[in-house]
């Protein structure tokens, strides 16, 4: 067995292990919302980085996984495992009916619309009756942090080796790239960008939506404001550009820095809560211009060069002055 694989089983054995490692409550929850932030960074990114189109209305979905989850619990009396699945297919409803017009539009013209989009829909759950409109809906109480990391734990986990055998090392992945490369010349292959670019919306909006409705049953209160609002696109789209886009590794480290950084301002700056947006709006210039590949992007591509220079000939290293040796 190689030593890379060997390195992943000794690190999931970590993962399974942290609630008997971690015993207080405050830090597992911290890992757990970590978690969560993983799986939202790294389904963005497959619209985004992968694909090629920005997606600025991401949380509709983590929103709608919430809200179904929430009703279905409150309203029609469901377990919370019945609502898992209704909560994905509805996310994946709503990504087909938004998908079809608004990815026809390119560029700025597509973010817009998804952001306008997402701004629509909070606006309807909150003047909704059965959504609790502003006030929010209230889930039964299960006081059970242990449950809650393992579940997250598996729908990221999930998510994460899905998502890599399919743009990694399925034909989807080289498809996708095309169409994020040049569409027409996709088409002229023979692809349907269209097609491609619906099934990639749909990758990226069912994980969310299963990730919403969790959530919503871990905090057991949610309002459109905490599910719908801007901070869980925004907040999704810094981690995956400073972590690197197009790479699933780069998503995943910029969301642990990134929420480990939102936890730590918040516990001990919250009197300064809004230099956080300026920080967090600070941090995403910084990425675009001086990391443009993202921070695993930049590390892999210092070790691609290092790995290049130690195997170039020496003789190709020497000045145009002659042979340094002579």
């Given at each position: 067995m190689s030593r890379k694989y060997l390195l992943l089983i000794l690190f999931c054995g970590i993962l399974l292990a942290v609630p008997s490692i971690v015993r207080d409550t405050f830090y597992l929850r911290i890992v757990t919302e970590a978690f969560m932030w993983i799986g939202l960074a790294i389904s963005w990114d497959v619209?985004?980085?992968?694909?090629?189109?920005?997606?600025?209305g991401h949380g509709i979905f983590f929103g709608v996984g919430a809200y179904t989850t929430s009703i279905l619990m409150n309203l029609c009396g469901w377990s919370f495992f019945m609502t898992l699945p209704v909560s994905a297919l509805v996310a994946a409803v709503v990504a087909v009916i938004a998908g079809i017009p608004?990815?026809?539009?390119?560029?700025?013209?597509f973010a817009i619309?998804?952001?306008a989009l997402a701004r629509a829909i909070q606006q309807m759950v909150l003047v909704a009756s059965f959504t609790g409109?502003?006030?929010g809906m209230r889930l039964p109480p299960f006081l059970h942090p242990g449950f809650f990391y393992y579940t997250m734990l598996i729908v990221v986990g999930g998510v994460f080796a899905l998502n890599w055998f399919l743009l990694e090392k399925a034909p989807f992945g080289l498809k996708v790239k095309a169409i994020r490369e040049d569409d027409q010349s996709a088409m002229s292959l023979g692809l349907n960008p269209t097609k491609i670019k619906l099934q990639a919306f749909l990758l990226s909006a069912v994980p969310a939506?299963?990730?919403?409705?969790i959530y919503a049953y871990w905090i057991t209160y949610i309002d459109p404001a905490s599910v719908l609002g801007d901070m869980v696109t925004d907040q999704a789209v810094v981690m995956a550009v400073f972590g690197g886009l197009g790479t699933l590794i780069g998503p995943a480290i910029g969301a642990v820095i990134i929420f480990l950084f939102k936890t730590y301002f918040w516990a001990y700056l919250s009197d300064y809560q809004v230099l956080y947006l300026i920080i967090l709006g600070g941090v995403i210039a910084a990425s675009v211009v001086f990391l443009p590949n993202?921070?695993?992007g930049t590390i892999t591509s210092y070790r691609q060069s290092d790995k290049a220079l130690k195997h170039e000939p020496?003789?190709?290293?020497?000045?145009?002055k002659g042979d340094p040796h002579v």
């Open positions: 619209l985004a980085g992968y694909t090629g189109y920005l997606n600025f608004t990815l026809r539009l390119k560029g700025a013209y619309a998804t952001w409109g502003p006030d939506g299963i990730l919403g409705a993202g921070l695993w020496v003789s190709s290293r020497s000045d145009d």
